[in-house]
T-cell receptor
Framework: EAGVTQFPSHSVIEKGQTVTLRCDPI?????LYWYRRVMGKEIKFLLH????????ESGMPNNRFLAERTGGTYSTLKVQPAELEDSGVYFC????????????FGPGTRLTVL | AQKVTQAQTEISVVEKEDVTLDCVYE???????LFWYKQPPSGELVFLIR??????QNEISGRYSWNFQKSTSSFNFTITASQVVDSAVYFC?????????????FGSGTQLTVLP
């Protein structure tokens, strides 16, 4: 069974540009999470989808970040316009129907904003 | 508010030594889950273990063992006879059942280096 996949693995963009990150969860996992780790800090929760619905987006830093999960399958996280402080590693995780299940993580996308 | 503290930022040991990674947590919930994840140099977060707050039995899996003590709010991780392949960043995390999103709260991680 394929694990959580993320694309791209690395992205380098200039301040003010737009970047879209993609996450494909494990097949059959209704719960999808986004987290990020900014340099030297903890991994922080961004938001949680149950199927195509946003369950909790309390961790989203500001309105420059937009997450979608059309059809309840893969998810995208768009940053527009990107700022220097957005640099970090963005992780996606998924879990099965009951949201107390273990979250399985993808390899992350390393975003560098210059 | 929930919080996870991993006071050891970096640990370096020589192969075959035992090493314990500390994790202390704070929560007001009576029902919660604790996790350990491993992040090898390749970058992905690999799930190691999940414990719920009602199960204080220690667990052993091969060279790995976990000591959960509610009295001290700790969930420590011990690697016995460490190997070079154990070198990674290890994260402890907490999930509170009452939080609808079941989001994980992570510690800052412990970088373990096992020298040959």
């Amino acid at each position: 069974e394929a694990g959580v996949t993320q694309f791209p693995s690395h992205s380098v963009i200039e301040k003010g540009q737009t970047v879209t990150l993609r996450c494909d969860p494990i097949s059959g996992h209704d719960n999808l999470y986004w987290y990020r780790r900014v340099m030297g800090k903890e991994i922080k929760f961004l938001l949680h989808f149950v199927k195509e619905s946003k369950q909790d987006e309390s961790g989203m830093p500001n309105n420059r970040f937009l997450a979608e999960r059309t059809g309840g399958t893969y998810s995208t996280l768009k940053v527009q316009p990107a700022e220097l402080e957005d640099s970090g590693v963005y992780f996606c995780a998924s879990s099965q129907r009951t949201s107390t299940d273990t979250q399985y993580f993808g390899p992350g996308t390393r975003l560098t904003v210059l | 508010a929930q919080k996870v503290t991993q006071a050891q930022t970096e640990i370096s040991v020589v192969e075959k030594e035992d090493v314990t990674l500390d994790c202390v947590y704070e929560t007001r919930d009576t029902t919660y889950y604790l996790f350990w994840y491993k992040q090898p140099p390749s970058g992905e977060l690999v799930f190691l273990i999940r414990r719920n707050s009602f199960d204080e039995q220690n667990e052993i899996s091969g060279r790995y063992s976990w000591n959960f003590q509610k009295s001290t709010s700790s969930f420590n991780f011990t690697i016995t006879a460490s190997q070079v392949v154990d070198s990674a960043v290890y994260f402890c995390a907490l999930s509170e059942v009452q939080r609808s999103a079941r989001q994980l709260t992570f510690g800052s991680g412990t970088q373990l280096t096992v020298l040959p």
